[in-house]
């Protein structure tokens, strides 16, 4: 079978399951797992995806379901089976535990949910147990803590449904358990006190050779770690370092640190603490302690996970579970919350929920379904292979839910002022959405003076939406008429009961024009879609004008 006819078999699964909608993140997953060889040409396939998919719902419900009992009839067998159905979880012996490991550098990303969603999903299938634990040890001064970060994360993860346990979890609360380990370590002589300068380390580490703090005994050892803990060393003068082979083939994971000194306040504990875990010791720890079955984490951290294991044989621990998950990225979108939080502090961005950010808050206040988002993240499964995609699959997902709620209305962008000789005085009514009569409709008194937003060409027939025909400016015939091959545009009778709106766009930008008169109807944070322009989302409303949030196209 072609890729193209796999990528058709699956886009009419799920289209014949859907009432005839195919939704393109649904059918990726299916796709890759299917033929793992196209995983490292994600780029092509989302693209071609989108254009088989778009092809599909043209059709009627009727020939999808045709064309799939020819080509897949196995898969009408199984269309009342889940969509997104993760695989098991390896080695469930007892009650599933997980966790969620943030670090408080800023509010949760698109990117970042994609492990959260999974992580909760496993929890839900399993009726089992997740924490949410606050990563806030220190961090770098290029990485720093963001007061903020310790609401906006749990605020986040409750919007996307994510279930964790009611008592949060802050590493910064548990430094106690992390010294009396470490000194655990010191007296099996598997850690020592390092003073040695970081260029010196690292040409040893090149080289392959120990330093000589590496043979102090274990009661000097002790000592300085307890000098350490006494504020007795200055930032950049030692730190606790575990003893690896020097032979490792990788240079990075030779005798690792595993505290060092940071003079820093910490937003929790201000100056209490000097002395600070690195990420890989305090979640060998916490994961024993809080009795975790199973991390599902970035593959980026897949040197930490084999340290935590170092550090779990050593002290004769249970190791847990350990399964990476590749980097999600959006197509021509950095998600970095250390670069928000720059952007953030400077001004660049308006705040937390800027949509440059694209945190969880800017997305819900740009009018994303939680559901949506974890539709989308679920669709690649939980694998190890690092996705790109195009942004235009997320906002497949979300149209799939927001395309039924959402009222239409007509928006002009830089409007401009058009005559159309001859044209009759009408009365005109539109449905507010055009699968739902129940809901009314909007009423239009035209003249032969409107608002258009394009430049029209001489020669070139036109027809506004749900009125009439015209060409060269000159009035035609109200009826559709194929015939002419005439443009669709959308229109605004010129009138003083327009409404001045303004949309924030997903870069930032802000875009003005004209609504009709029954948009003032739209409640706070009601999504509707401006037809022909995108979904939107009401933000604000004052005597003078709208405000709204691009949602998407």
């Not at 998919?53 to 020819?70: C, G, T």
């Not at 995609?389 to 002022?417: C, G, H, Q, T, W």
């Not at 239009?444 to 749900?466: C, P, S, V, W």
């Amino acid at each position: 079978m072609s890729n193209k006819e796999l990528i058709l078999k699956y886009a009419l699964q799920n289209a014949v399951k859907y009432n005839g909608k195919a939704n393109v993140g649904a059918i990726i997953g299916k796709v890759i797992s299917e033929n793992s060889t196209l995983k490292d040409k994600i780029k092509e396939l989302s693209k071609e995806i989108v254009s088989i998919v778009n092809e599909v719902n043209k059709l009627s419900f009727d020939e999808q379901k045709k064309r799939l009992e020819k080509l897949a009839p196995e898969l009408l067998e199984k269309k009342h089976e889940e969509e997104r159905k993760l695989q098991d979880l390896p080695n469930v012996k007892s009650k599933v535990v997980m966790r969620l490991a943030p670090f408080p550098s800023g509010p949760l990303h698109l990117g970042n949910a994609r492990a959260y969603v999974i992580n909760d999903e496993y929890a839900k299938k399993y009726k089992g147990k997740l924490f949410l634990v606050i990563d806030d040890t220190i961090g770098s001064e290029e990485k720093a803590i963001v007061k903020e970060a310790y609401n906006l994360i749990p605020d986040g993860l409750k919007w996307l449904d994510v279930d964790f346990d009611k008592k949060i979890i802050y590493k910064s609360d548990r430094l106690k358990f992390y010294y009396k380990y470490a000194e655990e370590l010191i007296k099996l002589g598997k850690a020592y006190v390092c003073g040695c300068i970081a260029e010196k380390l690292r040409e040893n580490r090149l080289k392959c050779l120990e330093c000589s703090c590496r043979s102090k005994d274990v009661k000097s050892n002790l000592k300085d770690w307890k000098l350490m803990l006494a504020k007795k060393y200055k930032e950049g003068e030692a730190v606790l370092r575990i003893k690896t082979s020097m032979q490792h083939p990788n240079p990075a994971f030779r005798d690792r640190v595993l505290f060092r000194i940071s003079e820093r306040p910490h937003p929790r504990t201000g100056q209490k603490y000097s002395v600070w875990p690195l990420l890989e010791f305090s979640w060998a720890i916490d994961d024993h302690l809080l009795g975790i079955t199973h991390v599902i984490r970035g593959k980026e951290l897949m040197m930490e996970s084999e340290m935590e294991e170092l550090i779990w044989n050593i002290l004769k621990w249970k190791s847990p579970v350990l399964l990476h998950t590749g980097l999600l990225q959006i197509e021509g979108i950095k998600l970095s919350k250390s670069k928000s939080s720059k952007e953030v502090k400077e001004g660049v961005y308006s705040g937390w929920d800027d949509p440059r950010t694209w945190s969880l808050q800017s997305l819900r206040r740009r009018g994303f379904r939680p559901e949506a988002i974890r539709s989308f993240c679920l669709s690649f499964g939980l694998n190890q292979n690092e996705v790109t995609v195009p942004v235009s699959i997320l906002y497949s997902e979300n149209r799939k839910i927001v395309d039924k709620i959402a009222n239409r209305y007509f928006f002009i962008e830089n409007p401009k002022k058009v005559l159309i000789k001859n044209a009759p005085k009408m009365s005109t009514e539109i449905l507010l959405h055009p699968d739902d009569k129940k809901r009314g409709s909007r009423k239009f008194k035209t003249a032969n003076e409107f608002y258009i937003q394009e430049d029209l060409e001489l020669g070139k027939a036109y027809r506004f939406m749900h009125l009439f025909n015209f060409k060269n400016d000159e009035y035609l015939s109200n009826e559709v008429d194929e015939n002419l091959n005439a443009k669709m545009i959308h229109w605004l009778p010129v009138s003083d009961d327009l409404v001045k709106v303004e949309i924030i766009m997903e870069n930032g930008v802000i875009k003005k024009g004209l609504a009709e008169s029954t948009v003032r109807n739209v409640k706070l944070n009601e999504i509707i879609q401006f037809e022909r322009f995108a979904f939107c989302k009401l933000d604000s409303k004052s005597k003078d004008k709208l405000v709204f949030w691009y949602t998407h196209n």
